[in-house]
């Protein structure tokens, strides 16, 4: 190795399965972990973007407290890349460009959540980007969340290492977890992996109350038999967990895609409910 090559300070990442090989001061796939002298540090720790008081059905969560609300917060980065993804000037912004944030460190999260009582907040989710790639956060705020006696909620593509669901898992009341699809090459066009969001799942349910949510994209994910054999495993689980089928409507690298048919997406919510107690529907 040649004197002035950094790359023998590289790391591997051990949040995800990329294990991402970072460089000295690059940061992961995900644009969040980044290697700072040598230690691989969460560079979006306590970086808001989006700070909103949400109705807790826009999570979406149908079966966890109804009809309150709930502090929804947001940082930057992904470490999946949907190719139709809603958030992506934050969840993928261009290398080298993150996107306008304010800091609020954990015990000030607290603070607007105590202050948002009044209006009905029940406490704080971790949302908009993928939350999980910063779980430091995730893990300082809501432990004082909890001790305020509120409730953490987050929204998640469940695409860790089962270490990360262990280090947050005791804090969180609540999880709605993307579950985009249910064979591996669909999770290859989004660049995940399938098996590690099932065992995700298959953890998560055991420690809090789970939803899962899948986006319908025409002629990517849409067949009958996927959906009979997501909504089958789902059910092995527990025929109890809902179950969101939401509509595809063209976005970010998908913009010249038909939004979904209606009809497909009631479609498939009639297969799940062969299997599955709770099947909703969303932006229809």
Request: proline share 6%; hydrophobic share 35%.
């Amino acid at each position: 190795m040649e004197k002035g090559d950094n790359s023998y300070k590289a790391l591997i990442c051990d949040v995800c399965p990329h294990h991402c090989r970072v460089g000295e001061g690059q940061t992961g796939r995900c644009g969040a972990r980044k290697n700072v002298s040598g230690e691989l540090v969460c560079d979006n720790y306590g970086k808001v973007t989006s700070l909103m008081l949400d109705p807790i059905e826009k999570k979406p969560l149908k079966r966890f407290h109804p009809g309150s609300r709930i502090l929804s917060i947001g940082s930057y980065g992904c470490n999946l890349s949907c190719p139709f993804c809603q958030n992506h000037e934050i969840s993928m912004p261009e290398p080298g460009r993150e996107p306008g944030y304010g800091v609020a460190l954990p015990e000030e999260i607290k603070e607007f959540a105590l202050k948002y009582v009044s209006e009905g907040n029940i406490g704080v989710a971790f949302t908009y980007n993928e939350p999980l790639i910063g779980y430091e956060f995730v893990r300082d705020t809501a432990k004082l969340v909890h001790e305020a006696g509120l409730k953490n909620v987050v929204v998640t593509n469940g695409c860790v290492e089962p270490r990360i669901l262990e280090e947050i898992l005791p804090y969180i009341d609540a999880m709605n977890i993307d579950l985009k699809g249910f064979t591996e090459g669909y999770y290859k066009m989004v660049g995940g992996d399938l098996e590690t969001v099932k065992g995700f799942i298959e953890k998560a349910v055991l420690g809090c109350h789970v939803e899962l949510t899948t986006l319908i994209v025409p002629g990517e994910n849409d067949s009958e038999e996927d959906m009979g054999r997501e909504a089958r495993w789902i059910a092995s689980l527990s025929g109890d967990i809902p179950l969101h089928i939401t509509r595809f409507f063209p976005r970010y690298k998908m913009k010249d895609k038909m939004p979904t048919e209606p009809e497909s997406i009631y479609r498939l919510k009639e297969i799940a409910e062969r299997h599955l107690k709770y099947v909703y529907t969303g932006n229809i």
